[in-house]
């Protein structure tokens, strides 16, 4: 069912549906929302669990403010629906810059009960871009044009899905493209996207990175990450998992970054393996230990 809420003072559309523990949703950034990227997951995890999938500003049906958003920006944000919404001892599912929040989250209060991390951004510090891209994303026009191109062109947008986003080409449906085409189509997203990626890349590497603190995350997370994503590189998942006191690690093979349109059924399996582990540990933990 979708929803709308005021959270400081911006209109946020989400998702919500089912009963049970509550299990929060949070897409990525530039060619998404919470329906594209976990609206055909919604029915089938509402069979156990309590769902809810914002829209993060700019992005779907949520409106975007004046200010551009930082990465701490967004991370206030969703506390305060958090807290708006008294939720409390959820799992946390983020996905690229999704996951990049909900790490932040999750390192930051204690409600969080599990954090599963897919195909994530905020693992690692340094630019994978090549050169081109990395001069787009500096420089405005470049980057204007590059948008402009996918906005009004669906070959291009087509190419860009089968073969930077997708590991193999033949599973980017045409219903798929269409789907993305309405999305870029939308006044605010242009805006939403180029303000983050301005805003993340500096001289040095990326400005966002928790790899020097991911020692600290106590809760069980698993990582879940495409084996031929080329936007962000399994390695940085490997990486991140050996530094992580309790994680699960699990590389998707033929698989790039958008995992939770490529292989939804493997990112299901492995999620609620995950979460029916997490369950059947605090069935056995004995009371008051």
Same mark, same amino acid.
């Given at each position: 069912m979708k929803r709308q809420r005021l959270v400081a003072g911006l209109r946020l559309n989400y998702l919500e549906a089912g009963e049970g523990e509550t299990l929060l949703l949070l897409h990525g950034t530039a060619i998404d929302s919470a329906q594209l990227s976990y609206g055909g997951c919604l029915e089938h995890l509402a069979q156990n669990y309590h769902v809810i999938a914002p829209d993060w500003p700019g992005y779907g049906e949520s409106e975007y403010p004046v200010k551009s958003l930082?990465?701490?920006?967004?991370?206030?944000?969703?506390?305060?629906?958090?807290?708006?919404? =008294?939720?409390?001892?959820?799992?946390?599912?983020?996905?690229?810059? $999704?996951?990049?929040? =909900?790490? @932040?989250?999750?390192? @930051?209060?204690?409600?969080?009960?599990?954090?599963?991390?897919?195909?994530?951004?905020?693992?690692? $510090?340094?630019?994978?871009?090549?050169?081109?891209?990395?001069?787009?994303?500096?420089?405005?026009?470049?980057?204007?044009?590059?948008?402009? #191109?996918?906005?009004?062109?669906?070959?291009?947008?087509?190419?860009?899905?089968?073969?930077?986003?997708? =590991?193999?080409?033949?599973?980017?449906?045409?219903?798929?493209?269409?789907?993305?085409?309405?999305?870029?189509?939308?006044?605010?997203?242009?805006?939403?996207?180029? @303000?983050?990626?301005?805003?993340?890349? #500096?001289?040095?590497?990326?400005?966002?990175?928790?790899?020097?603190?991911?020692?600290?995350?106590?809760?069980?997370?698993?990582l879940l990450h495409g084996a031929r994503d080329l936007v962000i590189p399994a390695a940085y998942a490997r990486r991140a998992a050996s530094y992580l006191p309790h994680a699960q690690l699990s590389i998707v093979p033929d698989c790039g970054h958008w995992l939770l349109r490529e292989k939804r059924d493997h990112f299901l399996k492995d999620l609620e393996a995950f979460l029916a582990t997490l369950t059947a540990q605090l069935e056995e933990k004995p009371e008051g230990g």
């Open positions: 930082e990465l701490d920006d967004y991370t206030d944000l969703l506390s305060t629906f958090i807290h708006d919404l =008294a939720l409390d001892k959820l799992h946390l599912v983020g996905f690229s810059m $999704g996951g990049a929040i =909900a790490l @932040n989250y999750a390192l @930051n209060v204690s409600s969080v009960r599990s954090l599963t991390l897919v195909s994530s951004y905020g693992l690692s $510090g340094r630019v994978h871009v090549p050169l081109l891209p990395y001069l787009m994303l500096r420089v405005p026009r470049l980057a204007r044009s590059l948008w402009s #191109g996918l906005r009004f062109s669906k070959p291009l947008l087509s190419l860009v899905l089968r073969y930077a986003i997708f =590991a193999k080409p033949d599973r980017v449906s045409p219903e798929l493209i269409d789907e993305v085409y309405a999305q870029l189509k939308k006044p605010m997203v242009e805006r939403a996207f180029m @303000n983050w990626i301005r805003g993340q890349i #500096g001289i040095l590497g990326l400005k966002s990175h928790y790899q020097r603190e991911l020692h600290r995350l106590k809760v069980p997370t698993l």
